[in-house]
């Protein structure tokens, strides 16, 4: 089956720099996704990994490795605005999107 | 402001009601997309269309029907609604199906309570 694995919940504190694990099974592989959504609000694209390596963009950064089924998230220089959910999304053989259920990330001043 | 649009944004509806989520886009995209969303759960396939005129199933589409007559809508309807179709929805639409970075573009959701 396919399956998606991302802690429920952490917390950080504003300025620090805190890493968001995803591992994932699916049938095929095409790709993956990290979204953000803020409380009552639609997720947003973050950042998309198809090969091996870190991605970086600003302030966010994403790591893919397909042998290990394993993706983290990195956030520096955390601001308040942080706060949200991060969604993990591996891309399966069909193309179709594969959601966990998300990490909710709390900022503390 | 160009973007996906959906109605309502909340309804409260009586079980064995029939009820249409609508949704719009006027980005030309050609794919679009039902998901549910519920609490501890990850985001779920309810229907899918790759172009207009196709539809297909996603994950969880029992007691829903979609229909693509255009680009532009791609309206999710329950034809009797019951009680675990409480949910938050969203719409969402791609520039293609496939392959490419993908990226999904989301509407604001339409939370719907069924009692």
């Known amino acids: 089956g396919q399956n998606i694995d991302q802690p429920t919940e952490m917390t950080a504190t504003e300025g620090a720099i805190v890493q968001i694990n995803c591992t994932y099974q699916t049938s095929g592989f095409n790709g993956l996704f990290w979204y953000q959504q803020h409380a009552g609000e639609a997720p947003t694209f973050l950042s998309y990994n198809v090969l091996d390596g870190l991605e970086e963009k600003g302030r966010f950064s994403s790591f893919l490795s397909r042998s290990k089924g394993y993706s983290y998230l990195l956030l520096k220089e955390l601001q308040m605005k942080d706060s949200a959910s991060y969604l993990c999304?591996?891309?399966?053989?069909?193309?179709?999107?594969?959601w966990g259920a998300g990490t909710k990330l709390i900022i503390k001043p | 402001i160009a973007g996906i649009t959906q109605a309502p944004t909340s309804q409260i509806l009586a079980a064995g009601r029939r009820m249409t989520l609508r949704c719009t886009q006027d980005m030309r995209h050609n794919a679009m997309y039902w998901y549910r969303q519920d609490l501890g759960l990850g985001l779920r396939l309810i229907h899918y269309?790759?172009?207009?005129?196709?539809?297909g199933k996603g994950e969880v589409p029992d007691g829903y029907s979609v229909s693509r007559a255009n680009t532009d809508d791609f309206p999710l309807t329950l034809a009797s609604a019951v009680p675990s179709q409480t949910s938050v929805y969203f719409c969402a639409s791609s520039e293609r199906a496939g392959e490419g970075t993908g990226e999904l573009f989301f509407g604001e959701g339409s939370r719907l309570t069924v009692l």
């Open positions: 269309s790759n172009t207009a005129g196709t539809t």
């Open positions: 999304a591996p891309r399966d053989s069909n193309y179709q999107l594969i």
